[in-house]
């Protein structure tokens, strides 16, 4: 199961985050989940934010940098229009694009499927709490849509996804369910 971290003031603002802790509304939202869900394991992405997410399931989480948001460089905190369109525009149509200093979408994708052939051999329930982009990559990959599709995946703070894997194929189950 994966779900997507709390709500932060880049979310609201429509900025690009940096390692940012959740905003009041995000612990507001947090403080009314009552529909946890029985885990052997808890992975938290190493951002502030996904680990204080990761908190209310239980306090054994596993820091795992495979999950961290991509890293989005010198973007970190600005918003779209203040990227020169080039830029913008490179950022939404070429996946092997990098933000100065930052990650392309090519190295999320690899670096989350990397980590969906190790925790895939995972004995038991494991529960991640990671960034929306990173809960978009697992679902563009598990489908086998192109890299592209990444920008069609809508995950809201807060939502769970569920996927499962048996014999060796994943299965979705859900995505971006609110009913956390």
Do not use: N, Q
């Not at 802790?21 to 009314?32: S, T």
């Not at 940098?65 to 830029?87: F, N, Q, V």
């Not at 499962?164 to 189950?173: Q, V």
């Amino acid at each position: 199961m994966l779900v997507s971290h709390a709500r932060t003031a880049a979310m609201r603002t429509g900025r690009f985050p940096g390692d940012e802790p959740l905003d009041d509304a995000g612990h507001r939202d947090l403080a009314a989940v009552t529909d946890l869900p029985r885990v052997d394991c808890i992975l938290s992405g190493p951002e502030i934010r996904s680990i204080s997410t990761a908190s209310i399931f239980g306090s054994d989480i596993s820091v795992e940098p495979a999950l961290a948001d991509i890293d989005y460089g010198r973007w970190s905190g600005l918003e779209m229009t203040d990227l020169p369109d080039a830029d913008a525009m490179a950022w939404l149509s070429d996946p092997a694009f990098v933000p100065p200093g930052g990650e392309s979408l090519d190295s999320l994708f690899s670096r989350v499927e990397t980590w969906l052939s190790t925790v895939g051999s995972m004995p038991g329930r494991t529960l991640a709490v990671t960034s929306p982009a990173v809960v978009r990559a697992v679902v563009v990959l598990l489908l086998g849509a192109p890299i592209r599709s990444f920008w069609r995946v809508d995950v809201s703070p807060l939502t769970r996804t569920s996927v499962s894997r048996r014999g060796g194929a994943w299965t979705i189950g859900s995505v971006a369910e609110k009913s956390i």
